[in-house]
């Protein structure tokens, strides 16, 4: 995961959550670290440390709940909260020495807070009834409702092409059968890819499945590095890296068990508008920034393939909602349908009967066209949110 994904702040995260007061001084609410500040509104103290979270249990009333987070990591580090569904509450970065406000109206029940990667200890968070009520969320329509359930639909089925598709690259990679697992590699991951927009509503997933080396002390070496990638070094460059080798059968057997918890997990998903909207243009964001670089495939120089899936995710996304959003912002179905157009056009022309060519293989000016066209076309995305209707979140931070 972590573009590394943890290391890309996303332009959509601010509507990640349905309902969400404007943070700062206005609360009345106590400045304990861990406890209730009374009258339905708590100010949490969280502290982002290179291991996790600072305290790792906190408390607070149901309503209106204040987190002044400080990062005292080493590196970029992520702030996320997720409910017990999961469903992502907030998803925020800080570089190291800095801080930052974000409130949120929270429901009584239990709540999870991630500091930095997934793996790092987290904080729990209980919340009970205060003495305001709680919060409200956003009405969502009879046609907005629909497109949430073919969208979950759409991801429980790339979830069961993935689980088919994994099979066979890993009894190709117990076979021996290097040739084979490579041909294979790009066009597995494609479902996974698809359905990234949500991939942060199972973050311990996305971490052992979709992790880069870039995510661990030790790099290739790290054995905590697992997943696709991990799988891709070996078959790619095992060896090339600091002398880093892997145990490419361990890899295999070690990926087959991380996808059935995943599939564990996509068969009781429940996912929000707002999860799912904001999910479309983060991803498309993170690849303009990240992906475009050529690091997420950086061994097999299969991105292509990968460019590609994001922009179908993305797109399926946008094609679900589009009746809605018709009536709403009729303008913006317009820009979006050139835009993903113009973006799609680029990545054709590497398309052969064979498949995606190289990515070493694209020219200068057409990476650059690419950029340019996905972080456009992220941007559009981020207006459909706000287009239907939905809250988004307001922030401080220094």
């Known amino acids: 995961m972590h573009r590394s994904r943890l290391a890309w702040p996303s332009v959509a995260t601010a509507g990640l959550v349905l309902a969400l007061a404007a943070c700062g001084s206005d609360s009345d ?64 970065f800080l570089e190291p020495g800095k801080s930052g406000t974000y409130t949120l109206s929270l429901d009584d029940g239990a709540y999870q807070i991630i500091c930095g990667a997934p793996s790092n200890t987290r904080a729990d968070l209980a919340v009970g009834t205060g003495d305001s009520a709680s919060a409200s969320t ?29 099979k066979e690259f890993t009894d190709a990679v117990r076979a021996g059968d290097t040739e084979s697992a490579k041909a294979l590699y790009a066009t597995v991951r494609v479902p996974w890819e698809a359905i990234e927009p949500v991939a942060e509503l199972f973050p311990d997933s996305d971490a052992v499945i979709d992790s880069r080396a870039d995510d661990f002390p030790k790099a290739e070496a790290d054995p905590d590095f697992t997943g696709f990638h991990a799988l891709e070094y070996g078959l790619w460059a095992q060896g090339t890296n600091d002398g880093a080798t892997v145990d ?50 950086r061994y097999s ?5 990968t460019l590609q899936a994001n922009v179908d995710g993305a797109k399926k996304i946008f094609v679900l909602v589009t009746p809605e959003l018709q009536s709403a912002n009729a303008q913006l179905v317009d820009d979006l349908t050139a835009q ?26 057409d990476v650059d066209q690419l950029k ?12 459909i949110s706000g287009s239907l209707g939905l809250e988004v979140q307001e922030q401080t931070g220094s």
């Open 29 to 92: 609410s106590s400045s304990d670290p861990g406890g209730s500040g009374g009258g339905g509104a708590s100010t949490l103290a969280v502290t982002l440390t290179d291991d996790g979270c600072d305290p790792t249990s906190l408390t607070a009333d149901a309503g209106k709940v204040t987190f002044e987070v400080t990062s005292e990591a080493t590196d970029r580090a992520e702030f996320e909260v997720l409910s017990a569904t999961p469903e992502i509450l907030a998803e925020e």
């Open 301 to 305: 120089k299969t991105d292509l393939y």
């Open 248 to 297: 490419l059968k361990a890899l295999a057997d070690r990926l087959d068990s991380d996808m059935q918890e995943l599939l564990e997990k996509v068969a009781t998903l429940t996912i929000q508008p707002t999860v799912m909207t904001n999910g479309a243009a983060a991803l498309i964001e993170e690849a303009s920034q990240g992906k475009i670089t050529g690091e997420e495939e």
């Open 372 to 383: 340019t066209g996905m972080a456009q076309l992220s941007e559009l995305l981020s207006q």
């Open 340 to 365: 993903f157009g113009d973006v799609e056009g680029v990545i054709a022309k590497y398309e052969t009967a064979e498949g995606f060519q190289p990515y070493d293989k694209v020219a200068q000016a």
């Open 138 to 166: 956003v009405p969502v329509s009879a046609g907005l409702q629909q497109a949430v359930a073919d969208y979950t639909a759409y991801v429980k089925e790339q979830a069961g092409a993935l689980e088919t598709g994994t």
